[in-house]
């Protein structure tokens, strides 16, 4: 699967609403600085406002820093919105963030975000506007376009998408390897998953274990 920068995805809008925070330059700083620092390699930081306070997390890694203002319940932004806001020359005293047309604004700094109830729902609506926009790149000389992509996810059969689990990337290319060689037959991609399926179930009744 072709590799989509996350900043480059056409992230669905955080909606028209503007919202706005102002913390300390300073303070903001040293959270980024500090999460920036852990080993995590997370792709997605999360921002969450609740009562005067912004928590600034990635994986496992949290920073506070006081705020006041307005803030959606989670925004979510690539990693890569760390260093770009740290080689950003921003005010001495105060930094104002903002979220405006699907936008994480750092002063004048902008990167797509996403605004929703939890950062978990977050990360998974970025990983399919990633997923997205890689079947579109890969079908660009079709003249395929994200939104012909979403237009196929609308009307995805739902009993095909309970063939697929998370982390299934491996099984995804086999199966499409497979499928490049018996496609012309009128074999179908989910034909091939659910023997696989069918097969591991028989492979785990044969097992020692389960005699």
Request: some cysteine.
């Amino acid at each position: 699967m072709p590799q989509i920068p996350l900043d480059f995805l056409d992230l669905p809008a955080a909606g028209d609403a503007v919202f706005a925070l102002e913390v300390e330059t300073t303070q903001l700083v040293q959270a980024v600085k500090r999460i920036s620092a852990q080993p995590n390699r997370a792709e997605w930081v999360h921002l969450q406002y609740r009562l005067g306070l912004l928590m600034i997390s990635t994986g496992e890694t949290t920073a506070d820093l006081r705020a006041a203002g307005s803030w959606p319940q989670v925004i979510s932004v690539a990693r890569s919105w760390i260093p770009a806001l740290l080689k950003y020359p921003l005010p001495a005293s105060l930094t104002s963030l903002r979220v405006e047309h699907g936008k994480l604004f750092t002063q004048d700094l902008g990167v797509p975000c996403i605004a929703g109830a939890d950062a978990r729902n977050n990360e998974e609506l970025g990983e399919c506007r990633r997923h997205v926009s890689a079947a579109a790149v890969a079908l660009t000389r079709y003249g395929v376009t994200a939104q012909d992509v979403d237009e196929l996810l609308r009307e995805a059969d739902p009993e095909i998408t309970r063939l697929w689990e998370r982390n299934d990337e491996k099984i995804i290319r086999d199966i499409a390897t497979a499928w490049q060689c018996l496609a012309s037959y009128g074999v179908e991609a989910s034909a091939i998953r659910r023997l696989l399926m069918r097969k591991s179930r028989d492979l785990w009744k044969d097992s020692p274990k389960n005699r």
